[in-house]
């Protein structure tokens, strides 16, 4: 799927171009990964690429890909069109992402052609062919996790990004033994075979989970979930107090790959997940979704050229009862900047509401909308709200088509024109069947778009 432009390789110039005016059957960059990867054929992206997990259902069926069209002129619009089983039991597919992006723009013999799709828990990693076929994918290689016990030390891989080398990197959050160590796969872009580690001999991070580079300023930026044997079978807050679970951001020299600064979030950072550089490539800034304590922290270059962070988004939690513990946090999951760097966006899982903020002030980040898309807190739900700092009742059932939304708002992909965005509701399979067992039955693919919803399970 080669970019129509006279001389350029794959993506976009800037994230502007991208936003502006994108070429005609070129495919979207996507950090999306865990649950959702979007193809783009023209201004409007036509389908979507879908992660579907079994682990942890009653069904033994192993993970599949799910093609799923969006396009409103279609008479399959919101329906899945075909369905890609992997060859394995139990994988997990998580986050994933391209063999190619913008940051081989410069280079015309790169294709984006084949999706990346690690295995949290099974340690695999699945390349895709969506290139020959886009609406009817294939597998092209598999990589076995013997790869990454013994040529990286490494296991449960989760995001990947293709870099402008044409290598692909993927973050990991444990070692084969499932404690916690945040490491790097390098995979060869064209053969996919495990190259080694990114990081120096001794250099992993304790914990490991998403990471973002900004190479004009030299660094990367990586964040921390847990240890994968801690968290496998479901949350216990216990093992936040043992010490199992992350609070810090960890940045690395871009060019030596040495872990140069860490940034302590304390409990109120606690467990960093998705973290977001600006679009800007020369902005030194951007923001990281922190869960437990639902809160969002703003991380910098300082004048010193070293790096810090301070909060700017803090929901309150709401006093419960019904539920497993007498508060309940937001727990946001996902966070997502537009491409023009004006807006943010996330989810709280639990309280079951996207956020909108204006982040032209970066510092003082100004919420603009919301939306509540099922969640923990719904009027006819088992849980009752006792105290309520932001809301003054209960949300009601999300209703589309006919059917109820179950679970809350997870992943989120924003339409590169800024103008439809795409939400799934799934977390993680084991924390899904202890919050919202029905949502183990019932998992929905979202698209906000002017006001209108349309699911397509």
């Known amino acids: 799927m080669a970019s129509t432009c006279s001389g350029c390789g794959p993506g976009y110039k800037t994230p502007l171009d991208a936003m502006k005016a994108p070429p005609p059957y070129e495919r979207m960059s996507s950090s999306l990964a865990n649950w959702l990867y979007s193809a783009l054929f023209g201004p409007r992206e036509k389908i979507v690429y879908l992660p579907c ?62 999706l990346i799709l690690p295995s949290l828990m099974s340690s695999r990693i699945y390349v895709v062919d969506v290139g020959t076929d886009p609406l009817a994918p294939r597998l092209h290689k598999m990589v076995e996790p013997i790869d990454l016990f013994w040529k990286c030390g490494l296991a449960n891989p989760h995001t990947s990004h293709c870099l402008g080398s044409g290598q692909i990197m993927i973050s990991t959050m444990g070692d084969p033994s499932g404690n916690g160590k945040g490491g790097f796969v390098l995979l060869d872009g064209e053969t996919f075979e495990v190259i080694g580690n990114w990081e120096q001999p001794g250099e992993a991070a304790p914990f490991g989970y998403d990471f973002w580079y900004q190479p004009r300023h030299n660094v ?7 240890a994968p044997k801690a968290l496998g079978h479901g949350f216990n807050p216990a093992d936040v107090k043992a010490g199992h679970y992350g609070q810090r951001l960890h940045v690395w020299d871009w060019t030596t790959h040495k872990r140069i600064q860490t940034l302590d979030l304390g409990e109120e950072g606690a467990v960093p997940l998705e973290i977001r550089f600006l679009h800007d490539p020369d902005a030194a800034e951007g923001f990281v ?20 962070a301070e909060k700017v988004i ?3 939690s709401k006093k419960v009862k019904g539920w497993a513990l007498p508060e309940m946090p937001g727990l946001i999951t996902d966070i997502l900047i537009s491409l023009d760097d004006r807006f943010l966006y996330f989810s709280n899982w ?22 509540f898309l099922g969640g923990s807190i719904l009027k006819d739900g088992p849980v009752k709200v006792l105290q309520d700092k932001e809301l003054k009742s209960q949300p009601t059932p999300r209703i589309l088509k006919g059917k109820r939304v179950q679970g809350g708002p997870q ?40 006001g209108v919803s349309h699911d397509a399970d």
């Open 314 to 316: 803090q929901i309150p």
């Open 220 to 226: 990367m930026i990586s964040t921390e979930w847990g």
């Open 411 to 450: 992943m989120l992909q924003l339409s590169l024109d800024g103008r439809r965005l795409y939400v799934t509701t799934s977390l993680y399979s084991a924390w899904d069947k202890q919050f919202y067992p029905d949502l183990v039955k019932n998992v929905h693919l979202i698209s906000l778009e002017g």
């Open 350 to 371: 639990l309280h079951g509401d996207i956020r909108q903020y204006d982040i032209t002030d970066r510092k003082n980040p100004r919420m603009v909308g919301q939306v």
């Open 289 to 308: 979704g922190c869960a437990l304590q639902s809160t969002v922290f703003r991380f910098y270059k300082t004048r010193k050229g070293d790096w810090a």
């Open 53 to 114: 997990i079994y682990r942890n259902t009653d069904i033994q069926k192993p993970d599949y890909l799910a093609t799923v069209d969006v396009n409103p002129q279609s008479p399959n619009f919101c329906k899945v069109i075909h369905r890609l089983p992997m060859p394995n039991l139990k994988d997990e597919l998580h986050h994933s992402g391209w063999n190619a992006c913008s940051s081989c723009y410069d280079d015309p013999s790169k294709r984006r052609n084949r």
